[in-house]
């Protein structure tokens, strides 16, 4: 939990940047490609954050609140046992 509640919204948008694996590009392999080509498509997004936001109730990824859920049992477990 957050001990200066301002600082809420701040932390959670930098943990779902960090770990919404919706907004990491998709995995490509390229066939008689020019290498340099492919390595600048396979690092643009599909999609933007916002058009996810929008879409994200219809795909398998994690909501909003699976993936603070996900990295607060994290922190809670593994981390914290480690530490």
């Avoid at 990824?61 to 859920?69: A, C, G, K, S, V």
Wanted: glycine share 2%; net charge negative.
């Amino acid at each position: 939990e957050c001990t200066v509640e301002s600082d809420r919204k701040v932390i959670e948008e930098q943990i779902l940047d960090l770990f919404d694996e919706a907004l990491e590009p998709p995995v490509q392999v390229s066939f008689g490609a020019d290498a340099a080509d492919a390595a600048d498509a396979a690092d643009a997004p599909l999609m933007s954050p916002e058009a996810l936001r929008d879409i994200r109730h219809i795909t398998s990824y994690p909501t909003r609140d699976e993936i603070l859920d996900q990295f607060n049992t994290y922190v809670r477990g593994p981390l914290r046992e480690s530490v």
